[in-house]
């Protein structure tokens, strides 16, 4: 701990007994914190909060100045109820409203919200924000959802996937060398295996999907096949372990073993292949070329459609050297 040497004490003092119920003498100042309700504002008259937050309340009203950039204008493009955030006193937090004034032309319009300056507290990152006004009824890419609803704007896609393309079952992570010890304990059974720890990580972009019949092979040979009534439900996700007892929820997957007792994928080179019950090639992991001793699983990044890299490698990750049945920063799809 840092303790203060005695000439900062007095600004300390004045700081606490200006701000902070919850100051502590350590604390030289509260630490603020700006948020935004959303970063697409809805032209057509669209409104949205943002907001300021310290770490304790306030005993006195703290103003929180706001500037507003971009090429949006203010008074013509959009309003807003204040130029600052006022905190009230007895309380940590305090916003106010942005609406867009419908009517004017706002293609390619936006509006930078920044923190303007302000002493005696310690602004957090982010401290500024991009909005941009999303024409109301617009519909770039002609798929029939909106731009303001559609999470690919730029790509056709059905409204049952907000307005994405699906990309097809496909593969997302596997892991074919569990590193040494508990480290490599993929399965969760506390027991880590070689072979058993090995696994394959299907998502399905696809409304709901009947696999039952499909299979998983190896260079040499099928080693697992979709058992009778596996459905995998649209944007969710399969998790096909080597072996062994898989212990935990996996971010909800369907969970399952290899029929034949093993993945059985050869660090040195291998290929995976995933095949429908016609043996048509859906999908195809090719270990030839990969690292031969990762000690980690290879995952798309970002998921689902980003190229194979070493788990660990991603910052996202933050060290987690797989994530079977989730996103590779921990979260469910
Ligand atoms: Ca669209
Ligand atoms: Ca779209
Ligand atoms: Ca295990
Ligand atoms: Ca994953």
């Not at 005695?6 to 200006?18: G, K, N, Q």
């Not at 059905?158 to 997302?172: E, H, K």
């Not at 090995?198 to 696999?211: Q, R, Y």
Request: some cysteine.
């Amino acid at each position: 701990m840092k303790w203060m040497s005695a000439p900062a004490r007095p600004l300390l003092l004045l700081a606490c007994s200006l701000l902070l119920s919850a100051c502590k003498t350590q604390d030289v100042f509260p630490t603020l914190t700006l948020a935004v309700s959303t970063t697409n504002l809805n032209d057509d008259g669209g409104t949205m909060r943002v907001m300021a937050r310290l770490n304790g309340a306030v005993s006195e009203p703290l103003s929180v100045p706001i500037t507003f950039s971009g090429n949006a204008v203010l008074g013509q493009n959009f309003s807003v109820s204040a130029g600052e955030i006022t905190i009230p006193a007895g309380v940590d937090s305090g916003f106010i409203t942005i609406t867009a004034i419908p009517g004017t032309d706002t293609s390619s319009k936006q509006i930078i919200i920044a923190l303007g300056a302000i002493a005696d507290v310690l602004p957090q990152t982010p401290n500024s924000f991009v909005v941009t006004l999303v024409r109301a009824n617009a519909d770039r890419d002609g798929d029939g959802v909106p731009d303001i609803d559609d999470d690919c704007p730029d790509d056709f896609g059905p409204a049952a996937n907000n307005g994405c393309p699906w990309l097809g079952l496909l593969i997302n992570e596997v892991l074919y060398d569990p590193a040494a010890d508990t480290a490599g304990d993929a399965n969760g059974d506390g027991v880590r295996d070689p072979l058993a720890d090995e696994f394959v990580e299907l998502f399905n972009s696809n409304p709901a999907l009947d696999i039952s019949g499909f299979t998983l092979s190896d260079a040499a040979q099928v080693r697992h096949t979709f058992p009778a009534g596996t459905i995998v439900p649209s944007n969710g996700v399969i998790v096909v372990f080597g072996g062994g007892n898989p212990t935990g929820s996996f971010g909800g997957a369907i969970v399952q073993t290899a029929t034949e007792g093993q993945l059985n994928l050869n660090n040195a080179g291998d290929i995976l292949t995933l095949r429908d019950s016609l043996g048509n090639v859906v999908a195809v992991f090719d270990i030839n070329g990969l690292s031969g001793n990762p000690d980690e699983a290879y995952s798309r990044n970002p998921d689902i459609t980003g190229d194979f890299v070493q788990h660990a490698t991603i910052p996202a990750a933050n060290g987690a050297l797989f994530s079977p049945g989730r996103k590779v920063n921990g979260s469910n799809f």
